[in-house]
């Protein structure tokens, strides 16, 4: 069983950047593929970014490819988040996840085991 806990949230200026932590715990956490989603009040999560177990792979929303960069750090049980050029869409929840199985249907939030509690992320005009 992997526990994740995210950090790194904050707020920031339009066209500034963030970076996102997911720690996790857990000597699986190597062999889990991992994403990130994000909620904004009155709307659904929605899929951000996704990353095999190994960081070979990576795959984005389209609203935020060339703009968010997903990246892991197995040794230190860790996945990265680099959020540049926030506008306002961008502010939400985000959580980052852990699925077990690989990543089959990366973008669905069922496809995952493990959540960690979210960290808020919000951009000013």
């Known amino acids: 069983q992997v526990q994740l806990v995210g950090s790194g949230g904050g707020l920031v200026q339009t066209g500034g950047s963030l970076r996102l932590s997911c720690a996790a715990s857990?000597?699986?956490?190597?062999?889990?593929?991992m994403g990130w989603f994000r909620q904004a009040p009155g709307k659904e999560r929605e899929f951000v970014a996704a990353?095999?177990?190994?960081?070979?792979?990576?795959y984005y929303a389209d609203s935020v490819k060339g703009r968010f960069t997903i990246s892991r750090d197995n040794a230190k049980n860790t996945v990265y988040l680099q959020m540049n050029s926030l506008n306002a869409e961008d502010t939400a929840v985000y959580c980052c996840a852990g699925n077990p199985r690989g990543l089959g249907f990366y973008k669905r939030p069922t496809s995952y085991d493990y959540w960690g509690q979210g960290t808020q992320v919000t951009v000013s005009s």
């Open positions: 857990g000597r699986t956490f190597s062999t889990y593929s």
């Open positions: 990353i095999s177990w190994s960081g070979d792979a990576t």
